[in-house]
């Protein structure tokens, strides 16, 4: 266990669906991300909050949406999808200085 | 640009040494290293800053060349626990350093067999 939650582990849907990621954080950190990783790809930033403000926005599609209420919870909502968003979608917390990040367990999702 | 990270792979025995490397272009601020085991999430290892000293973790160290623009991690007497992809990452390009802008390398798949 790494204080980093995210739910659901798993996530099918269709390219029609809308369905959303959530993260969650009790580390007291001000920073959170969600990070895409996909097979034989590196680690991809998607989004930063810092003081639940997007500091980050990786050119990421905007079929993709985040959005961080407070600084303890992180959501990613997801509306018409493509097949190659197909991956593994890490969320991670840390302060804002030269520490380390928490990820969590990660939501594997697959677009079908 | 992402830092390059060599070798892809390596497969060891255990009690055997390895030595991973993460290159960039451009200069370097600093140095993130992970380790993410299969199925489970991203660990960090340690940070090496510009300027700072060389870091260890249990049996894990690196060391970080400002000139080469290279980091370096070093495995020595490697154990079963070892095995996992690390990566690398390094502050994104523009982001002034920041170091919650991380570009990561695209892993080194480090086996070790009994």
């Known amino acids: 266990e790494t204080g980093v939650t995210q739910t659901p582990r798993h996530l099918v849907m269709g390219m029609t669906n809308k369905k959303s990621l959530k993260c969650e954080q009790h580390?007291?950190?001000?920073?959170m991300y969600w990070y895409k990783q996909s097979a034989k790809k590196p680690l991809e930033l998607m989004f930063v909050?810092?003081?639940?403000?997007?500091?980050e926005n990786n050119s990421v599609p905007s079929r993709f949406s985040p959005e961080c209420p407070n600084s303890s919870h992180l959501f990613l909502h997801l509306h018409t999808l493509q097949p190659e968003d197909s991956a593994l979608y890490l969320c991670?917390?840390?302060?804002?200085?030269?520490?380390?990040?928490?990820f969590g367990q990660g939501t594997r999702l697959t677009v079908v | 640009q992402q830092p390059v990270q060599s070798p892809q792979a390596v497969i060891l025995r255990e009690g055997e040494d390895a030595v991973i490397n993460c290159s960039s272009s451009k200069a370097l601020y600093s140095v993130h290293w992970y380790r993410q085991k299969h199925g489970e999430a991203p660990v960090f290892l340690m940070i090496?800053?510009?300027?700072?000293e060389q870091m260890r973790h249990e049996k894990i160290s690196a060391s970080f060349n400002e000139k080469k623009q290279q980091s370096s991690l070093y495995l020595t007497a490697s154990q079963l626990s070892y095995s996992g992809t690390y990566f690398c990452g390094t502050p994104k390009e523009g982001s002034g350093g920041s170091n919650y802008k991380l570009t990561f390398g695209k892993g080194t798949l480090l086996t070790v067999n009994p």
């Open positions: 580390l007291g950190h001000n920073a």
């Open positions: 991670a917390s840390s302060s804002m200085q030269n520490t380390e990040a928490f």
């Open positions: 909050y810092s003081l639940e403000e997007r500091v």
């Open positions: 090496l800053l510009k300027g700072g």
